[in-house]
């Protein structure tokens, strides 16, 4: 999801890369939990449509992600990292195919995002 963010803003502020990183390998590289192509995606959502007070209504951004997830769980079958790898079995580097098209789908969905959920 790094060449999403530069595509989206010329350069990933390091706080992205380092909020990022314990999501490599599902959570904490245990192959578990939620698959760092997909949470990458959803913390560059975050960060660039993402409310900054509780004033701020995120109910559209929140449902623009929802929708994306249904387009990720699509594309990999799964949100959950070793049920996505599952799906690769004979590739020797298992992510890189999802790695490779998750972040096609990831730029389409930004180019879509509604005005509402982008502010």
Do not use: N
């Not at 004979?90 to 789908?105: F, H, Q, S, T, W």
Request: aromatic residues 6%; hydrophobic residues 50%; glycine residues 10%.
């Amino acid at each position: 999801m790094l060449a999403v963010g530069e595509q989206l803003w010329g350069q990933v502020p390091e706080v992205l890369l380092r909020v990022a990183c314990p999501f490599g390998g599902g959570v904490g590289a245990t192959h578990e939990e939620l698959c760092g192509v997909f949470a990458g995606a959803v913390i560059l959502a975050g960060a660039g449509y993402g409310r900054a007070s509780a004033d701020e209504d995120d109910k559209p951004l929140l449902a623009a992600v929802a929708a994306l997830r249904e387009r990720f769980v699509a594309l990999a079958g799964h949100v959950r990292c070793d049920d996505v790898r599952s799906a690769y079995p004979d590739v020797p580097k298992r992510c890189a195919p999802i790695v490779r098209e998750g972040a096609r789908l990831v730029m389409q969905w930004f180019e879509e995002l509604p005005a509402a959920a982008a502010r």
